[in-house]
């Protein structure tokens, strides 16, 4: 998953992602790493984000990302400071959309258990 980010934002982009979700930092090769940016992953997730001149993060346009342990993300979340908002009109998922440090939006889910 490729994301964009403005100039300067990779230590607050650290803080979130790394501080915050837990993911790792993925080294970027020394040609790419003069570019800026980060590169983070987790699992089976691989999310760059690109610096761009004149950044605007889309309001709609988003990752989806499964996860297990939905609410516990939701609580750690909300206790760094950064919102959530639960949608349950997705059948059969829980999930929920936050925004990243510079405005990207990230939608979390976990399949919902049958009853």
């Known amino acids: 998953m490729l ?3 403005p100039p300067g934002s990779e230590a607050a982009l650290r803080a979130f992602y790394v501080g ?8 970027k090769p020394p040609a790419l790493a003069a570019r ?5 992953s987790a699992g ?4 760059h984000l690109g610096i761009e001149e004149g950044y605007r ?3 709609k346009a988003h990752p989806g990302i499964r996860v ?6 939701a609580a750690r979340l909300t206790a760094a400071g950064t919102p959530v908002r639960r949608d349950d009109a997705l ?4 999930r929920f959309h936050t925004h990243d440090p510079v405005g990207n939006r990230l939608e979390f889910l976990e399949a919902a258990m049958a009853s």
């Not at 089976?44 to 999310?47: E, F, H, K, T, Y």
């Not at 297990?68 to 993300?73: C, Q």
């Open 3 to 5: 994301l964009a980010a």
């Open 20 to 27: 915050v979700l837990g993911m790792t930092e993925d080294p």
């Open 36 to 40: 800026g940016g980060c590169w983070f």
């Open 44 to 47: 089976s997730v691989v999310l």
């Open 57 to 59: 993060p889309p309001p």
């Open 68 to 73: 297990t342990g939905l609410d516990t993300l």
């Open 91 to 94: 059948p059969g998922h829980h």
